[in-house]
Nanobody
């Protein structure tokens, strides 16, 4: 089992920045590919970014490329999502997730989920 706890969400003005953190406990964190997803009110949960177990490869959804950066520190069992140039359409609950094996953009392939952290971007 892996337990995931997100933090770092909040209210920010458009153009601002936030850094989300997700701390994992339980089984070996470095065994897992990690992903960030988000869910806005009335919408399905969507993929944001993913990172390979060793941090050697990352992938982003088109709408956040150049603005968001996913990274990880396996010594701290933590994955981060640095979000810059935030837009009102980035408003959502952000979730981190873990899966064994290769990275994926599909939420159904992830085995473990955090409880989410709210990000609100005002215009």
């Amino acid at each position: 089992q892996v337990q995931l706890v997100e933090s770092g969400g909040g209210l920010v003005q458009a153009g601002g920045s936030l850094r989300l953190s997700c701390v994992a406990s339980g089984r070996t964190f470095s065994s897992y590919a990690m992903g960030w997803f988000r869910q806005a009110p009335g919408k399905e949960r969507e993929f944001v970014a993913t990172i390979k177990w060793n941090g050697g490869y990352t992938y982003y959804t088109d709408s956040v490329k150049g603005r968001f950066t996913i990274s990880r520190d396996n010594a701290k069992n933590t994955v981060y999502l640095q979000m810059n140039s935030l837009k009102p359409e980035d408003t959502a609950v952000y979730y981190c997730a873990a899966k064994i094996g290769s990275i994926s953009t599909s939420r159904i392939e992830y085995d473990y989920w955090g409880q989410g952290t709210q990000v609100t971007v005002s215009s």
